[in-house]
């Protein structure tokens, strides 16, 4: 079924202005604008309004300044982007969903950790590493187990577990001066983790690394914190572009039609 042609010209443009943030890519050319700016809507003019205000020079300026305006531009499309920006921007994470095609989701989990399909509704997507050169040798930074092996490493979550697993993915692994059960938004961190797993729907399950879920599939993640879940890890091993990962919490979501993967590591 072909998409809609607002959604097509949408997904062109965040194409485009993902590129012009990662420095891959050339201005674009007359035929896409057009589409854009004509398919897209007053969403779609209006990023190319801003995105001509700003200046190509100084390049690092530039950058920075086509980043902020990739963040605004997927806030804008729809709640679900807001909220996952809202919630996980700041910190070391991996969010994507990818589609449902196997009896055993796990090959569709492995399918989105190895970046190899698209979201099914082409929603944001947060990968920190999407351009780094270590992902041309391993699935950086995911090393995970075969399909056959997910059982010995994931547990079963209830729902409102899990929205709480999401949540404390807002922290910091090191040194972090506001744990979540504390912060004076603590409702509104919820709610955004809340909306992010609602997209799975009623009957969605649940599946996390941490070792806590093993004996308790509503374990309290709010008081253990980030820093106080253990878990199984997901991470490659390997020292990699100055980056070295230590320790890492994932959530898995599961419908008939999707899976969901939210991930957070502990880098340094």
């Not at 809202?86 to 055993?104: C, I, K, M, Q, S």
């Not at 949540?167 to 603590?186: F, K, L």
């Not at 609602?198 to 008081?223: H, I, K, V």
């Amino acid at each position: 079924m072909p998409l809609p042609a607002d959604r097509t010209a949408l997904d062109l443009l965040d194409a485009h202005l993902e590129a012009l943030w990662d420095g891959t890519d050339l201005p674009l050319p007359q035929g896409p604008v057009c589409l854009a700016a004509e398919g897209g809507g007053e969403l779609a003019r209006w990023a190319l309004d801003q995105l001509l205000r700003i200046p190509c020079e100084p390049k690092d300026t530039f950058v920075r300044q086509v980043g902020g305006l990739v963040a605004e531009f997927r806030s804008r499309r729809c709640p679900w982007n807001a909220a996952a920006l809202r919630l996980l921007d700041d910190t070391y994470t991996f969010v994507a969903t990818g589609p449902r095609r196997h009896e055993h989701w796990a090959h569709d989990v492995h399918a989105v950790l190895h970046r190899s399909v698209p979201d099914p509704r082409g929603w944001v997507r947060l990968d920190y590493d999407r351009t780094n050169t270590a992902r041309h040798t391993v699935p950086y930074p995911f090393d995970p187990p075969g399909a056959s092996e997910f059982p010995d490493h994931l547990y079963p979550l209830e729902a409102e577990a899990a929205v709480a697993a999401l949540a404390i993915m807002a922290e910091e692994w090191q040194s972090e001066p506001a744990p979540v059960r504390s912060r004076p938004d603590r409702d509104a961190v919820l709610a955004d983790a809340r909306t992010l797993l609602d997209r799975y729907g009623p009957t969605a399950r649940y599946w996390t690394n941490a070792t806590a879920a093993a004996s308790d599939p509503a374990p309290d993640f709010l008081a253990a914190g980030l820093q106080g879940t253990k878990s199984q890890g997901f991470l490659t091993s390997e020292y990699l572009n100055g980056v070295d990962l230590f320790d890492d919490l994932g959530l898995i979501a599961v419908t008939d039609d999707e899976v969901g993967v939210f991930w957070s590591f502990g880098a340094y």
